[in-house]
C-alpha cells in the first residue's frame, strides 16, 4: 500500500493527533494502560521510540523483553505519525505521546532496562542548580530529559540502552569530545559504569552503511561489575560490544585517563585546545575512569545487498521511475562538480566542488546511508537510485527502505511516502538492537 492508496486512510487515522495537537491542555493523547508481565520478563522503558526501533530488535532477540513504557512527540508538527504509528504496531497500553520535558518522573514505571536514541544535540552544561542537587543543560537539549529520569525516578533502571550519531564522541570541533565526556561523567555520577562501541552495520552483514554511537550502562552495585576486572579483556573480547560484535585481534595500545570535575567543570574544559578527541571508538567507563582503545571489526557471515532487498520491478509502482527527462538532473546532482557560485543574499561569487557519487547506487553491496530527506521525487545528490533489470531508474520505495533497517515490511503504512522515508532516516538498524540484546541475556537477566 503506497500513498496514492492511503491518502484516505492516512487523514482518518491521524486526525486525533491534529485534534490533540490544537489542545495542548490535553495529558495525553492514549491512555497509559499496564502492559501485562511475567515475574521473568525483562520491563523495557523506551524514550524517543519513533517508529519502535530498540523494540523490535529487544522482541526478535527474546519474547521476555516487554516494553512497558514508552515516549515518542514530535515537536512543532501538528501530525505525530511516528506515534500513531508504534501505536497501531504495538498498541495504546503505556504508550506516552507527550512533551518528554513535561512529563512527570513518577509516571515512568519501575524498569529493568531504560533505551532510547536521543538525539544529537548541544549537551553542555549551562548552569549548576543549587537547591536540586542536579544541573540543567541548554534549554530543549533531551539528554537532560534521560538524565532527569534517571536522576529523580524512584527506582531508576538498572541497565540503559542508548545510541546516537558516531561524530558524538568528537563533537563538538571547538572542544573534541566534550559532549561525550559530559554524558559519561553525569551517567558515572548516577551510579553507572558505560560500555560503548561505534558500528557499521554493514561491517556485522546486515544491509545499509550505518554509522552509529551505541553504548551500554550498567549500575556499579551489579554483580557482573565483578568480572571487569581487566578493561583491554573486557574491550576486546569479554563485554557486551565485544562478544555481540566481534573484533580483529588487536594489538592496539588502550588508553586510559579519569573525567575530573564536577559538569560545569567538564563542560567548560574538558580536552580543551585538543585538535582531536580522546575516545577511540570501543570504550567502557567505570568511576569516571575510562579506557578507550580503537578496534577493527571481524565478521565472516552472510552479508545482505541492497539488490537483496529489493522488490521485483513489476511491482514498482510508476510514481517511483524517474523519467528520461529527468534522468540527466538526477546524473548531475551526483556528479563531480567544480563551478562558481553565488551567494543570493551577499552576492558573493565563490568556487564550488563537490566529488561524484555512484549513480546509480551498486546493489551488490549494502546502501548508503538512509537520511531523511530520501523521499520525494525531486532529483537529489543523497536519495538512492537503482537501475532495474528494463534499464529503468527508479528510487527506492518505503518498503525497501524500512528492510534496509531490518523493520518489518510496511511498518509505516498510514501516512505519506515522503514522511515514511524521513522516519526510516531517523530510524536505527534493528539488528544492531537485537545483537545487544542477545548478549545482555547472557550477561545480565539472571
Same mark, same amino acid.
Given at each position: 500500500?503506497?500513498?496514492?492508496?492511503?491518502?484516505?486512510?492516512?487523514?482518518?487515522?491521524?486526525?486525533?493527533?491534529?485534534?490533540?495537537?490544537?489542545?495542548?491542555?490535553?495529558?495525553?493523547?492514549?491512555?497509559?494502560?499496564?502492559?501485562?508481565?511475567?515475574?521473568?520478563?525483562?520491563?523495557?522503558? /523506551?524514550?524517543?521510540?519513533?517508529?519502535?526501533?530498540?523494540?523490535?530488535?529487544?522482541?526478535?532477540?527474546?519474547?521476555?523483553?516487554?516494553?512497558?513504557?514508552?515516549?515518542?512527540?514530535?515537536?512543532?508538527?501538528?501530525?505525530?505519525?511516528?506515534?500513531?504509528?508504534?501505536?497501531?504496531?504495538?498498541?495504546?497500553?503505556?504508550?506516552?505521546?507527550?512533551?518528554?520535558?513535561?512529563?512527570?518522573?513518577?509516571?515512568?514505571?519501575?524498569?529493568?532496562?531504560?533505551?532510547?536514541?536521543?538525539?544529537?544535540?548541544?549537551?553542555?552544561?549551562?548552569?549548576?542548580?543549587?537547591?536540586?542537587?542536579?544541573?540543567?543543560?541548554?534549554?530543549?537539549?533531551?539528554?537532560?530529559?534521560?538524565?532527569?529520569?534517571?536522576?529523580?525516578?524512584?527506582?531508576?533502571? @538498572?541497565?540503559?540502552?542508548?545510541?546516537?550519531?558516531?561524530?558524538?564522541?568528537?563533537?563538538?570541533?571547538?572542544?573534541?569530545?566534550?559532549?561525550?565526556?559530559?554524558?559519561?561523567?553525569?551517567?558515572?555520577?548516577?551510579?553507572?559504569?558505560? *560500555?560503548?562501541?561505534?558500528?557499521?552495520?554493514?561491517?556485522?552483514?546486515?544491509?545499509?552503511?550505518?554509522?552509529?554511537?551505541?553504548?551500554?550502562?550498567?549500575?556499579?552495585?551489579?554483580?557482573?561489575?565483578?568480572?571487569?576486572?581487566?578493561?583491554?579483556?573486557?574491550?576486546?573480547?569479554?563485554?557486551? !560490544?565485544?562478544?555481540?560484535?566481534?573484533? /580483529?585481534?588487536?594489538?592496539?595500545?588502550?588508553?586510559?585517563? @579519569?573525567?575530573?570535575?564536577?559538569?560545569?567543570?567538564?563542560?567548560?574544559?574538558?580536552?580543551?585546545?585538543?585538535?582531536?578527541?580522546?575516545?577511540?571508538?570501543?570504550?567502557?567507563?567505570?568511576?569516571?575512569?575510562?579506557?578507550?582503545?580503537?578496534?577493527?571489526?571481524?565478521?565472516?557471515?552472510?552479508?545482505?545487498?541492497?539488490?537483496?532487498?529489493?522488490?521485483?520491478? /513489476?511491482?514498482?509502482?510508476?510514481?517511483?521511475?524517474?523519467?528520461?527527462?529527468?534522468?540527466?538532473?538526477?546524473?548531475?546532482?551526483?556528479?563531480?562538480?567544480? *563551478?562558481?557560485?553565488?551567494?543570493?543574499?551577499?552576492?558573493?561569487?565563490?568556487?564550488?566542488?563537490?566529488?561524484? !557519487?555512484?549513480?546509480?547506487?551498486?546493489?551488490?553491496?549494502?546502501?548508503?546511508?538512509?537520511?531523511?530527506?530520501?523521499?520525494?521525487?525531486?532529483?537529489?545528490?543523497?536519495?538512492?537510485?537503482?537501475?532495474?533489470?528494463?534499464?529503468?531508474?527508479?528510487?527506492?520505495?518505503?518498503?525497501?527502505?524500512?528492510?534496509?533497517?531490518?523493520?518489518?515490511?510496511?511498518?509505516?503504512?498510514?501516512?505519506?511516502?515522503?514522511?515514511?522515508?524521513?522516519?526510516?532516516?531517523?530510524? $536505527?538498524?534493528?539488528?544492531?538492537? /537485537?545483537?545487544?540484546?542477545?548478549?545482555? $541475556?547472557?550477561?545480565?537477566?539472571?
Amino acid at each position: 500500500m503506497y500513498s496514492e492508496d492511503i491518502d484516505n486512510f492516512s487523514n482518518i487515522l491521524c486526525e486525533p493527533v491534529a485534534a490533540y495537537s490544537r489542545n495542548c491542555r490535553q495529558l495525553s493523547l492514549f491512555e497509559p494502560a499496564q502492559v501485562e508481565t511475567l515475574q521473568t520478563d525483562i520491563k523495557v522503558v /523506551e524514550l524517543f521510540a519513533g517508529v519502535g526501533g530498540f523494540r523490535i530488535g529487544l522482541e526478535r532477540a527474546s519474547e521476555r523483553f516487554k516494553t512497558i513504557w514508552s515516549n515518542q512527540w514530535e515537536p512543532s508538527t501538528k501530525r505525530q505519525d511516528a506515534s500513531v504509528i508504534y501505536c497501531r504496531q504495538f498498541g495504546m497500553a503505556g504508550h506516552s505521546n507527550e512533551d518528554i520535558n513535561l512529563v512527570d518522573v513518577d509516571e515512568i514505571p519501575d524498569a529493568d532496562i531504560l533505551v532510547g536514541g536521543f538525539p544529537c544535540q548541544d549537551y553542555s552544561v549551562a548552569t549548576t542548580l543549587k537547591n536540586s542537587g542536579g544541573i540543567e543543560g541548554k534549554k530543549g537539549v533531551l539528554w537532560w530529559q534521560i538524565h532527569r529520569i534517571l536522576r529523580n525516578h524512584k527506582n531508576p533502571p @538498572k541497565c540503559l540502552m542508548l545510541e546516537n550519531v558516531d561524530r558524538l564522541l568528537g563533537s563538538p570541533a571547538s572542544q573534541r569530545g566534550r559532549d561525550f565526556a559530559i554524558i559519561l561523567a553525569s551517567l558515572s555520577d548516577l551510579g553507572y559504569c558505560v *560500555e560503548w562501541r561505534i558500528i557499521n552495520a554493514a561491517e556485522y552483514g546486515m544491509p545499509q552503511r550505518r554509522r552509529r554511537t551505541y553504548m551500554f550502562a550498567f549500575k556499579k552495585d551489579m554483580p557482573i561489575v565483578g568480572s571487569v576486572t581487566n578493561p583491554e579483556s573486557w574491550l576486546k573480547a569479554e563485554g557486551i !560490544m565485544a562478544c555481540a560484535f566481534p573484533a /580483529e585481534p588487536s594489538s592496539s595500545p588502550i588508553s586510559v585517563f @579519569k573525567i575530573k570535575g564536577d559538569l560545569s567543570e567538564v563542560s567548560a574544559n574538558f580536552n580543551k585546545g585538543k585538535s582531536t578527541s580522546p575516545f577511540k571508538n570501543s570504550g567502557i567507563m567505570i568511576d569516571r575512569t575510562v579506557s578507550t582503545v580503537a578496534l577493527t571489526p571481524f565478521y565472516e557471515g552472510p552479508v545482505i545487498t541492497l539488490g537483496d532487498i529489493l522488490v521485483p520491478e /513489476e511491482q514498482v509502482p510508476q510514481s517511483f521511475f524517474i523519467s528520461n527527462d529527468d534522468v540527466p538532473k538526477w546524473a548531475y546532482a551526483k556528479g563531480s562538480k567544480s *563551478e562558481k557560485r553565488i551567494n543570493k543574499t551577499t552576492g558573493f561569487e565563490y568556487n564550488y566542488s563537490e566529488g561524484a !557519487m555512484a549513480f546509480p547506487d551498486r546493489t551488490d553491496m549494502p546502501s548508503r546511508t538512509i537520511i531523511t530527506g530520501e523521499g520525494g521525487a525531486s532529483p537529489s545528490r543523497f536519495k538512492h537510485v537503482v537501475l532495474t533489470p528494463s534499464g529503468r531508474y527508479r528510487r527506492l520505495l518505503p518498503i525497501e527502505l524500512e528492510r534496509l533497517n531490518m523493520f518489518p515490511d510496511n511498518h509505516t503504512v498510514g501516512t505519506s511516502d515522503v514522511r515514511r522515508a524521513f522516519l526510516m532516516g531517523n530510524a $536505527l538498524v534493528t539488528g544492531i538492537v /537485537e545483537r545487544i540484546g542477545l548478549e545482555y $541475556l547472557k550477561k545480565f537477566s539472571n
